[in-house]
């Protein structure tokens, strides 16, 4: 009986597995990197929601929106990150809700 041969023989055989192996490598670093992106705009709508959530309670009790974010930082426990995120909160008026953004910071 003869024996079959490999199709890639000697070094580049070696070479194709080195490749193979970085392209594994390459896919699992950018699926890691795509997670934490999706981990940080989660972080960002949620505290966007909290923020509005926050604003809405203080009309529902107060018979006002908050004057500004100390206020509700003051009065309902609201914590922020402000490394991580820019909040811009714009007042129009006691009894209009106020324009809130988030934005995420670089780093």
Not at 68 to 89: M, P
């Amino acid at each position: 009986m003869t024996e079959k041969k490999p199709m890639i023989q000697g070094p580049a055989r070696t070479l194709l597995a080195a490749l193979l192996a970085l392209a594994v490598l390459l896919f699992f670093f950018t699926a890691l990197n795509n997670l934490d992106a999706g981990r940080h705009e989660e972080g960002r709508r949620q505290l966007e929601q909290a923020l509005r959530r926050s604003a809405v309670a203080c009309y529902a009790a107060e018979g006002f929106y908050p004057p500004d974010l100390a206020y509700l930082k003051q009065h309902y426990g609201l914590r922020i990150d402000e490394k991580r995120y820019a909040v811009f909160y714009e007042v129009y008026g006691s009894n209009l809700m106020p324009d809130i953004t988030v934005l995420m910071r670089e780093q």
